[in-house]
């Protein structure tokens, strides 16, 4: 569970759990580079974490859907870090729209942000992590990507996509001892907010029986810092070091007691 000497990169750094992980990376002794397209967020975040841990972060601004971009700013991270060891990937957005409305533009954003994103930021961590001997990728996926999900279908496609490439770097990697996992989360982030405030009464009332009334653990979404941070060093260390291709809930058991 050490993570001194990391090098670290994590993306969607700004806020929710991008912001946490910097977090509990720094407090474990980390270095860490931090990437988002709110530049202000990003930076006031990584200054802050370094202000109180052992580790230290510091903050480069990125579009994960732009190759050129992803490979430049990388490619600076990693000079900077003096090579990578981990790479935490939870930028993503989310839309609503159902399977009748969901619009082309809608569409073609998630695929290119979540999907294309997990793409090429994966590709361009792979050989420094395996120049580095291996490490850990970690991306985002989601119960959305499981299951149907009726207000969500773009959203849900994409991430049904992130599952299927995980596993799929996963087996290509290995050989290289790069380790490749997605976590499936239920935190309560600025998304989880967001997509709450875009709900009307009725589909609220369906969110929290399809939702919050399946999370064992209390029926609330779990926080970022308490819930999320210690698994994302965990995923990070040499602890974590037989886990890949896997998609790992830590979601106070939505998955399997809905
Ligand atoms: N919150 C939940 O309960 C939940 C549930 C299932 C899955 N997820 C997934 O977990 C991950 C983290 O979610 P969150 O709730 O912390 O989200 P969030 O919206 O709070 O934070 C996402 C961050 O990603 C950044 N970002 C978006 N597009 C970007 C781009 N093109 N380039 C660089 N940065 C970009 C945003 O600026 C933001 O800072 C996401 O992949 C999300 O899909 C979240």
């Not at 912001?19 to 931090?34: M, P």
């Not at 619009?103 to 999907?115: G, Y």
Request: aromatic share 6%; hydrophobic share 40%.
């Amino acid at each position: 569970m050490d993570l001194n000497n990391k090098r670290i990169i994590v993306t969607g750094c700004a806020r929710g759990m991008g912001a946490a992980t910097v977090r509990a990376y720094v407090n474990a002794g980390a270095q860490v580079v931090g990437m988002d397209q709110n530049d202000v967020d990003g930076t006031a975040v990584c200054t802050n974490a370094s202000s109180g841990g052992s580790g230290h972060a510091t903050y480069m601004s990125v579009d994960v859907a732009d190759k050129t971009s992803v490979t430049t700013v990388f490619a600076s991270a990693v000079k900077q870090l003096g090579g990578l060891d981990v790479l935490a990937h939870p930028a993503a957005i989310h839309r609503s729209g159902s399977a009748s409305d969901v619009s082309v533009e809608d569409w073609d954003l998630m695929q290119a942000v979540n999907v294309r994103g997990t793409m090429l930021t994966n590709q361009a961590a792979y050989p420094y992590i395996a120049a580095a001997g291996g490490g850990s990728i970690i991306n985002f996926g989601s119960i959305s990507g499981q299951r149907a999900e009726p207000s969500a279908a773009a959203y849900s496609v994409s991430k049904g996509a992130v599952h299927a490439w995980t596993r799929t770097a996963a087996g290509t990697w290995g050989k290289d001892k790069v380790r490749v996992n997605a976590i499936l989360p239920a935190i309560a982030t600025p998304m989880y907010h967001e997509a709450r405030a875009r709900s009307n009464d009725q589909q609220n009332e369906a969110n929290y029986w399809r939702n919050l009334q399946s999370i064992a653990l209390g029926e609330e979404y779990g926080d970022p810092d308490r819930d999320l941070g210690p698994v994302m060093v965990f995923m990070a260390s040499d602890a974590s070091g037989f886990i890949t291709g896997q998609l790992i809930p830590v979601d106070g058991g939505q998955h399997n007691v809905r």
